[in-house]
């Protein structure tokens, strides 16, 4: 694979069952190099593969999220624009009809659900306060008040006045949005009752809440004459809630906000009395994948839901009552993306290390049929590098690596910390081979994919409840027994020419690890977190850190700069290639300044690339010239000093 190939890639997501469990609904993505952005369709496939998938909208808009009517003859989705604004539209697919634009809004649209008797869909949105009444132009409109933490959001600016709010609006368009739960406070994905009197939604709407950012239940009144009323009372939060058939109960996402890293587990939530009954805490799982985290789904008295399992994301059944151990639905190496049920089909999108994500259906009787090839000509061009699992005192790690010997090597660090590498497809992975490089990664301590416990070993020695090892503590000691046992297995792997990068924590982890030993050639920190004291004050999430590290800032500030590379930046003799984008609210800028400032001064070699325009995740959802460019120049950058094949990029020397 070359950088190139990016503007080729595929995606698959969103499937979508037909009441009938006869068709599919699914989005398909691809990128449009000459416009320079990405571009999405809804298609429909059936499920017996009678016939081909096709596109059932045009996609020039980005459209997405697609919903079945509940009589099964309507499709409703979401549709956005250049500018950021959305609409939610519905197409008939049987029978005759125009695709009907429902509403259309100066902010995103997402996630639609019909009401049960298809007369109404309500969906979510952002609702611009009163300041932005005052014209277009912000050097005019009166200032922001902020009082009250995550006032921002990486990816999608202030929120602080533009709430996330449910609205209501009648099926076939011929009424405006009522807004039923708004500003100021922000309001997940709602669901409807069954019978269609009210809405539920997670919400932290006590004040103060955003302290301990705990989220509960609320109802809604569709009609949006009286105020959302609070269902739960839980010492958890409560996320992504999903209604049973017969209403009494909800299956909710539940995480204690307080302590980070925890899992999110199912539970089952008794509609009258709040009682709360776990149904997956003896797995002791993230039910909350990275990506891929989805309400609980209920099949009859079963609910459905995926976890991370030591690189796997695979999906689970579980009785609601907790009577029976959960057992796997959809298994083996390769991660479950997204699905959908109905009765025992299941519809799902799965990627494994060697293959783009497609969509198959797993009939009741265990068969399982792919639906989509729209991959194929991408993998018959670009052919992909099998990686080759290995552990080491527990850590799940891997290796590929192309054909040959006197292979240079790159060790992989994700972020998060609070995720995995998963056994899906990832393109920086193949990038990287495809330059004559073996590369190495795992899933330290602080991962996601095993116990509870694994992931808390990042919290700080100094953490009231479950203290750790710190963010470069047992992780950094892990990263690199797994770099030395790749190196030990295969000769063939030149231990003079190791090189590290990662992005977010991973490029946190890059910074400390070359703050801590000279034995890499090169290194590549990116959207980094550097200095953890300012990170808490600087970042979108800023306040919420002290979950994570186990102490405040305020109260323990030498916690924090003791886990900063930033003031080991002295120690810093490694080559450093350092990537960040100036719209990143999650590691700000300020973070990559820093460090570039401090080596600058030292003298140190050091090269700082900004990218315009760009948030954090530029490497996932970046515009898509940005994101060749960047593989290009983290290629450049590492083909300099390790000795791997340089792009040929007039750009990166002009």
Request: aromatic share 8%.
């Amino acid at each position: 694979m070359q950088p190139a190939d990016i503007a080729r890639i595929v995606s698959v997501s969103s499937p979508a069952l037909s009441p009938d469990g006869r068709r599919v609904a699914f989005v398909v993505g691809r990128i449009d190099l000459d416009a320079n952005r990405q571009r999405s369709a809804v298609w429909l496939a059936d499920v017996d593969g009678a016939t081909a998938p096709y596109p059932l909208t045009a996609g020039e808009h980005g459209d997405g999220a697609p919903a079945w009517s509940p009589d099964g003859r309507r499709l409703a989705y979401t549709s956005g624009d250049a500018d950021g604004g959305g609409s939610l539209r519905v197409v008939p697919v049987d029978g005759p009809g125009e695709t009907v634009t429902v509403c259309a809004r100066n902010e995103a649209v997402e996630a639609p659900v019909w009401s049960p008797d298809g007369s109404r869909i309500a969906f979510a949105s952002r609702e611009r306060a009163a300041r932005y009444r005052h014209g277009d132009d912000e050097r005019a409109r009166p200032p922001r008040r902020i009082d009250r933490l995550l006032s921002r959001v990486d990816g999608t600016g202030w929120t602080i006045d533009r709430p996330r709010g449910v609205f209501v609006v009648a099926a076939d368009g011929t009424g405006a949005p009522v807004l039923v739960a708004g500003g100021p406070y922000e309001h997940g994905d709602p669901v409807w009752a069954p019978d269609g009197g009210r809405l539920v939604v997670s919400a932290v709407r006590r004040p103060g809440g955003d302290l301990d950012e705990r989220a509960d239940l609320h109802e809604l009144d569709p009609t949006g004459r009286t105020d959302p009323r609070p269902l739960t009372d839980s010492a958890l939060s409560l996320w992504m809630p999903a209604f049973s058939p017969d209403g009494t109960r909800i299956a909710v996402l539940a995480g204690d906000a307080r302590i980070v890293p925890s899992h999110h587990q199912v539970v089952v939530v008794d509609v009258a009395t709040g009682a709360e009954k776990p149904v997956s805490a003896a797995l002791d799982r993230q039910c909350a994948p990275f990506p891929g985290a989805r309400p609980p789904l209920w099949v009859g008295e079963d609910l459905l839901f995926p976890i991370e399992d030591h690189g796997t994301v695979p999906v689970l059944r579980a009785p609601a009552d907790g009577t029976r151990a959960p057992e796997a639905v959809l298994g083996g190496t390769r991660a479950v993306r997204a699905f959908d049920a109905v009765g025992d089909t299941v519809a799902f999108v799965a990627s494994t290390p060697t293959a783009l994500g497609e969509l198959f259906v797993r009939d009741a009787d265990g068969t399982e049929r792919q639906l989509t090839h729209l991959a194929a000509p991408f993998h018959a061009d670009v052919v992909p590098f099998a990686p080759e699992p290995f552990t080491v005192d527990g850590i799940d790690a891997w290796v590929i690596r192309p054909e040959g010997g006197d292979l240079p090597v790159l060790l992989s660090i994700h972020g998060g910390p609070m995720t995995q590498y998963a056994t899906a497809w990832f393109d920086e992975f193949q990038l990287w081979a495809g330059a004559g490089y073996a590369v190495v990664w795992c899933n330290p301590h602080g991962s996601t994919g095993d116990t509870q416990a694994f992931s808390r070993e990042i919290r700080a020695p100094e953490a009231a409840e479950h203290p750790g090892s710190g963010w470069g503590g047992r992780a950094a000691q892990d990263v690199l027994a797994v770099l030395d046992a790749a190196l030990d297995r295969d000769p063939g792997l030149d231990r003079d020419r190791v090189g590290v990068l990662g992005g977010s924590y991973g490029g946190y982890l890059t910074t400390w690890l070359v703050a801590h030993t000279d034995r890499f050639a090169a290194a590549c920190s990116e959207r980094a977190a550097n200095n953890l004291e300012s990170l808490e004050w600087d970042s979108d999430a800023a306040g919420l850190f002290r979950h994570e590290i186990g102490v405040g800032h305020v109260d323990a500030p030498e916690v924090y700069r003791a886990q900063s590379p930033v003031h080991r930046v002295r120690e810093i003799r490694t080559p450093l290639l350092i990537v960040h984008s100036d719209d990143d609210l999650r590691c700000p800028p300020s973070q990559a300044d820093q460090l570039f400032v401090a080596l600058r001064l030292l003298g140190r070699e050091v090269e700082y690339w900004r990218f315009p325009e760009e948030g954090h995740e530029l490497s996932r959802n970046g515009s898509p010239r940005h994101r060749i460019q960047r593989a290009e120049l983290i290629l450049d950058f590492f083909g300099r000093h390790l000795g791997g094949r340089r792009p040929e990029a007039d750009w990166l020397s002009g």
